[in-house]
């Protein structure tokens, strides 16, 4: 958690300003007891009450210093914090958006998200109450033992006897309590993932009948839950009541030796009462630090997560210094696997093996190949999503690698599998592509794309507003404008990793005439598991396990690639094999 | 957002003297509060007695505690005394120890009996507090078995996880803590102004005249406070929603090469974040200082005005002690009580939403429909079926088939065609409109909803596996099946061999993702699950691309060795299913638009044709370049 706090450097004058307002408040507070003390031995017994009313207007004055440093000093953490939280946040999001998609498939995308909300927040709103009472806690402990000890020190003794009975019974509750607050937290976690089971396979169960069972398993998680639960609370009904009884026997203890004191002439009445505030001040604090010890570990947890991806360097970055050769200026967007393999991170096997081929200019390349076997790892290291772990990839005749990011990404319009929009206008989807675009050339695009149909048929036209992940379109729209979006950037290549699977057969084989002539200047690399889409490719790979089991036309392949065969045949009725 | 951190500001102050970071935040307003509160309150009705306990002690906690001020005062006074008689140099004079010490012993026990009753009333609390919000979990799981499939699929699974953690653990922080608390800060109210009026009237009024000072703050503060959270609560939801579309998108963004549009929205909320977050943050900041500085202003006067009537010897010096620690007890509760008031308002708002689901219309009890149909043969027929999810779109309409015992049934369309609609049919998951379907001859509807389920069996896409051993989940429908049954299963079901392969074999865990073994794999296990139940009817979802090609082959033989001697629906995607079938029903956006055998729809050269032919007719033209 410090690490994380180096970013308060910018604020580090205002921090300074914080703990000193703070102190000053400590200071105020401190002294009000004082001048009560003034007022009862020396107002009240000698009958003095022009001086009685001389010093509470003091009083007054210094109770008003304090509360006015407190607003300042509110004033300043608020902006500390907040500013902080901004300030983190800003780092984190453009260091993630920085990242390389193996970063994201490490850390996964879920928890990237909430460490930059949830656990900023954290983090943040730690801050605001450290800055408020953990900064005053300390101040008023040493600040109160001062005092007393001023006021009488060998009074002053029974703190040394209490704070070590205080300390000791917050730790022995901390010991008890937080082993159980985490079973508790465990025991929550359980019951959430079989009530999400449960839900999930609503339609499971009950084919089975087996609501009973479940409801069941539930409640015996349920029933573990609640014991757990009265466990830690009744520890925890131990600790503020013990805390009290401590406290009143401590005044207990000021006033009897207090008395004796006073007594013994060495201490006034009014000492004694100002001495018993003190105490009071002492305690609470102890108890507000005690507060601190519950909310550090939670905090820090969530700092640790933040560092965690703050540490994380993205794996891919942009080259030094100037391309060394220059592009192939006839032939754009050939495409050259040499000897390419690749593994993701931790896995025991290379997701692609020795993968070697060229995509031509102005030609459609179709890679085949059932789940697994590499297909969508190759289209990914095409835009260096992923660097290579062997071989290399030529783009124009020059190795990705070579390229920046930017430079390479804008030669390629990819339709990912898992088509994702964002919230906004159609327009401004399919203008993501590029946002240069006139407004004929997105009609145009959405056109070749079979989607200016059901566009037009929307009341708002290419003005209608999609919701954040396209929920309020199907997903065979939600395809055909992510195909738009990626005509509409004209580029020199073209990816589409199984872009067609929710069009319906009409839909897509319209749409694949269509784009056939509009991509003829350029290369076309196809994913599918479909035969029928491969099949007229001017170059099909099949993939298996990894590595190309064969290359060539649909007819080479049928004569000579059993594997393509296989495909073919599970695929495709025996007339259709003709 | 405000109510999780409203609850774990509440989580951290076991006895009330933690941040009140909490005051001035918005509060969600639960629709129909009082009766909320009411059934929340008969929740707690079985625990009379236990809550009759927890009052006392916590109103015997108090009124001890609010005692010892006064009593302590007076062993200060006998101090005074005997310390000024002392200062006067009379002979013999001095503090009365003897009377002293009996006044500490006197408030030693009733400060134990104090605390004492407190940690009764906190540790008996615990027991009830859990109890109920166990019996609370346990009444939404039974609701839940008895809800119709109709509420799960029209509501998210994150809001119904929600309510059931969320809003029940909201609710057990609040029994825990605020309610006993609101108790003793009413009588501590209460109390303190009758020991002050014990004491002295004038003072009292003196004190009093703080009061609306404060109230005046806590409002004034609170209202302008709401604002600001309101803004902050709308830009973090912002921030949110941003933050979860570009790191979703990120593939997209990174492949168009847009990270600064999506920094440039990022920063601009963010900065809004800023400016709304630290007013926010200020101003229910202040709250405590200003009310710490009213009650400084009480101590103040209390010192003057009690000095100056302890000079003219109308007070007892004890008293001002006494005056001095009661008004710091006042002006707390008062603060507190608004807070709870807050805290118990966002509480009944979460029993609202509990009580919702406990509310929702259930599936028509069946106890009086009839048992399972013995040695039922698989005959299927609808007869004049009517359905549609809500009443204004009819999707089937006066639907006649008939399915022979062992007859195969192929749905087809294209993908979102709505095919599973068949499936909540047969399966009794969603309940017809008009008409009826029979099993052998007898209504499904005069049937058990688990005697009809109980004659079907099911492999979905969707396979759904529970987190638990490959074992117990091939068994899930038959938990008596011996070990040599399930392998029979799994073996029948081509699953033997991965299995095997796995380290633990049998007894391997499946994790909560599922993801320590493919799609393929899960779709064999569940093949096995079938395989173990034998149903007479099986209804079944070809699979497709999300498998490799040898797993698939797997998949194809499990299926057909599956479907043998039985009555099959079939989700089908393969022609040779499709052709073999003996009916096809052919779905589109939902409705059953054709039917017939695959002969018949081609001669009818309708929607089936036109698919069939686009797919496997049109890709072998060599027109198409892609």
Redo the contacts between chains.
């Keep these: 958690m410090l690490k994380l706090f180096k970013n308060l450097k910018p604020y580090s004058l205002s921090v300074i300003l914080v703990f000193t307002l703070i102190f000053v408040q400590v200071m105020a507070e401190l002294y009000?007891p004082n001048?009560?003390s003034d007022?009862?031995d020396k107002?009240?017994?000698?009958?003095?009450?022009s001086y009685?009313?001389k010093?509470?207007a003091f009083?007054?004055i210094v109770?008003?210093i304090?509360?006015g440093c407190?607003?300042a000093a509110?004033?300043l953490?608020?902006?500390i914090?907040?500013?902080f939280?901004?300030d983190v946040?800003?780092k984190l999001?453009?260091h993630?958006?920085?990242?390389?998609?193996n970063e994201?498939d490490r850390l996964s995308?879920a928890s990237?998200?909430t460490r930059?909300?949830n656990d900023i927040?954290q983090v943040q709103?730690v801050l605001?109450?450290m800055m408020?009472?953990m900064a005053m806690a300390p101040m008023m402990c040493i600040g109160g033992i001062i005092m007393a000890v001023s006021k009488d020190p060998k009074l002053s003794l029974i703190i040394v006897f209490a704070i070590p009975i205080v300390v000791g019974a917050i730790l022995l509750v901390a010991r008890k309590g937080i082993p159980l607050f985490k079973t508790m937290q465990k025991k929550?976690d359980k019951?959430?993932?079989i009530?999400?089971?449960?839900?999930?396979?609503?339609?499971?169960i009950?084919?089975?009948?087996?609501?009973?069972?479940?409801?069941e398993r539930?409640?015996s998680s349920?029933?573990e839950?609640?014991q757990t639960?009265?466990r830690?609370?009744?520890i925890?009904?131990?600790?503020?009541?013990?805390?009290?009884?401590i406290m009143?026997?401590i005044?207990?203890a000021v006033?009897?030796f207090?008395?004796k004191r006073?007594?013994a002439?060495s201490m006034?009445?009014g000492d004694?009462?100002a001495f018993?505030?003190y105490i009071m001040h002492i305690m609470?604090s102890l108890?507000?630090v005690s507060?601190m010890f519950?909310?550090i570990p939670r905090a820090s947890v969530s700092a640790a997560r933040i560092n965690e991806v703050l540490e994380t360097s993205p794996e891919i970055k942009d080259p030094h210094g100037n391309k060394l050769e220059t592009e192939l200026q006839n032939q754009r967007g050939t495409i050259e696997f040499r000897n390419v393999s690749f593994s993701y991170q931790g896995a025991a096997e290379p997701a692609i093996k020795d993968i070697s081929f060229v995509a031509n200019h102005g030609k459609?390349t179709a890679i085949i190949g059932?789940?697994?076997?590499g297909k969508s790892t190759i289209v990914n290291l095409i835009?260096r999503?992923y660097d290579v772990s062997g071989g290399n990839i030529f783009v124009n005749g020059i190795d990705v690698k070579d390229y920046t990011?930017?430079e390479l990404?804008?030669k390629?319009g990819?339709v990912?599998q898992n088509t994702?929009l964002?919230?906004g206008s159609i327009s401004d989807n399919i203008r993501?592509?590029n946002?240069s675009a006139t407004d004929e050339e997105v009609a145009y695009a959405a056109k070749i794309a079979q989607a200016d149909e059901f566009i037009s048929s929307m009341p708002q036209k290419y003005d209608s507003q999609i919701s954040?992940?396209g929920t309020n379109i199907?997903?065979?729209q939600k395809q055909r404008l992510s195909i738009a979006?990626a005509l509409v950037?004209k580029p020199e290549i073209y990816i589409f990793d199984?872009s067609f699977?929710?069009l319906?057969?009409?839909t897509?084989?319209k749409l694949?005439?269509e784009?056939?002539l509009e991509?003829v200047s350029s290369t076309?690399i196809?994913v599918s598991?479909r035969?029928?889409?491969v099949?007229?490719?001017e170059q099909i790979i099949v993939l298996e396990d990894g590595k190309i089991a064969g290359k060539g036309t649909h007819r080479a392949l049928m004569e000579n690639c059993p594997q393509y065969r296989?495909?073919v045949a599970?695929?495709?009725?025996e007339e259709?094999l003709k | 957002m405000s109510r999780s951190q409203t609850q774990d500001l509440q989580m951290k102050k076991p006895g009330g003297f933690g941040p009140k970071g909490s005051l001035g935040m918005p509060a969600e307003k639960p629709k129909n509060f009082r009766k909320t509160l009411r059934r929340l309150i008969k929740y707690l009705s079985p625990y009379k007695i236990n809550l009759i306990i927890i009052f006392s002690m916590a109103v015997l906690s108090t009124v001890f505690s609010i005692l010892s001020p006064k009593i302590m005062g007076k062993a200060t006074t006998k101090l005074f005394e005997g310390f000024i008689l002392k200062v006067q140099g009379i002979a013999g004079a001095g503090i009365d120890f003897s009377y002293i010490l009996k006044i500490l012993a006197f408030l030693s026990v009733l400060y134990i009996l104090s605390s004492f009753f407190s940690y009764v009333q906190q540790y008996v609390m615990a027991g009830v507090a859990q109890k109920t919000v166990y019996k609370m979990r346990k009444d939404i799981s039974e609701k839940l078995a008895r809800l119709p499939l109709k509420f799960y699929d029209s509501h998210a699974h994150g809001e119904i996880l929600s309510r059931i953690t969320n809003d029940v653990d909201n609710i057990s922080n609040t029994l825990q803590q605020s309610i006993t608390q609101l108790i003793s800060s009413l009588v501590t109210l209460i109390g303190v102004i009758v020991m002050m009026l014990t004491i002295s009237p004038i003072m009292t009024l003196i004190t009093f005249v703080t009061l609306p000072l404060s109230f005046i703050i806590t409002v004034a503060v609170a209202k302008k406070s709401q604002k600001y959270f309101a803004a902050q609560q709308k830009s973090l939801g912002q921030l949110n929603a941003h933050v979860e579309e570009m790191f979703s998108g990120h593939k997209i963004i990174k492949a168009y090469s847009r990270e600064e549009k999506s920094l440039k929205e990022f920063e601009q909320i963010n900065e809004e974040l800023y400016s709304s977050g630290w007013k926010a943050q200020f101003i229910s900041g202040i709250i405590m200082p200003l009310l710490s500085f009213v009650s400084n202003i009480g101590y103040v006067l209390i010192c003057v005005v009690g000095g100056v009537l302890a000079s003219a010897k109308k007070l007892e010096i004890g008293d001002i002690q006494a005056f001095i620690q009661y008004s710091r007890q006042f002006n707390q509760p008062i603060t507190q009580t608004a807070n709870i008031a807050n805290i118990l308002q966002s509480t009944v708002a979460s029993a609202e939403r509990v009580f919702e689901i406990l509310d929702e219309p259930e599936e028509e009890s069946d106890e009086s429909a009839t048992d399972l149909i013995n040695n039922v043969q698989g005959q299927v027929e609808f007869s004049n079926v009517t359905f549609g999810y809500s009443k204004d779109s009819v999707l089937i309409k006066d639907m006649n088939i008939r399915v022979e015992k062992g007859q195969t049934v192929a749905i087809v369309g294209p993908t979102g065609a709505g095919k599973t609609t068949l499936v909540n049919l047969l399966m009794r998951f969603y309940d017809i409109g008009g008409g009826k379907i029979t099993i052998d001859a007898q209504d499904i509807m005069s049937m058990k909803r688990n005697s009809v389920r109980s004659i079907f069996g099911m492999v979905l896409q969707d396979t759904w596996l529970f987190s638990g051993t490959i074992k117990e989940n091939i068994a899930y429908s038959n938990k008596d099946a011996t070990f040599e049954q399930i392998v029979k299963a799994a073996q029948t079901a081509y699953a033997d061999h991965f299995i095997r392969t796995l380290p633990q074999g049998y007894d391997t865990l499946i994790n909560e993702q599922a993801n320590n073994i493919s799609q393929g794999q899960k779709q064999l296990l569940t093949i096995a699950r079938a395989v173990l139940a034998d149903p007479k009817i099986l209804i079944l979802d070809e699979a497709t691309s999300s498998v490799d090609t040898r797993t698939e082959r797997l998949i194809q033989k499990a299926m057909t060795e599956l479907m043998k001697g039985r009555t099959n629906f079939v989700i089908a995607h393969r022609l040779s299913t499709i052709q073999g079938a003996d009916l096809i029903l052919v779905m589109n956006n939902g409705f059953i638009i054709e039917k017939g055998t695959h002969t018949e729809l081609l001669e009818k050269k309708g929607f089936y044709a036109q698919m069939y032919y686009s797919q496997f007719t049109n890709s072998n033209s060599k027109d198409q370049a892609v």
């Design positions: 009000l001048l009560m007022i009862v107002g009240i017994a000698k009958g003095d009450t009685i009313f010093t509470g009083m007054l109770a008003a304090g509360v407190m607003i509110s004033f953490s608020s902006r914090a907040t500013g939280g901004r946040r800003k999001f453009t993630i958006e920085n990242f390389s998609l994201f995308t990237l998200i930059t909300t927040t709103m605001i109450v408020r009472m929550i019951l959430n993932l009530l999400r089971e449960e839900l999930i396979g609503v339609r499971v009950r084919a089975f009948n087996k609501q009973f069972d479940e409801q539930f409640n349920n029933k839950l609640t639960a009265i830690v609370n009744q925890m009904a131990f600790l503020m009541p013990f805390m009290m009884v009143n026997f005044t207990l006033i009897w207090g008395a006073i007594d002439m006034q009445v004694l009462m018993i505030q609470f108890i507000m507060m519950i909310l459609t059932g789940t697994g076997s835009p999503f990011q930017k990404r804008d390629i990819l990912p994702m964002f919230s993501y592509g946002p954040q992940g199907s997903g065979g979006r950037r199984d699977s929710a319906d057969f009409k897509d084989a694949r005439k784009l056939a991509t076309v196809i598991q035969v029928s889409t099949m007229n490719a296989e495909i599970s695929q495709l009725s259709e």
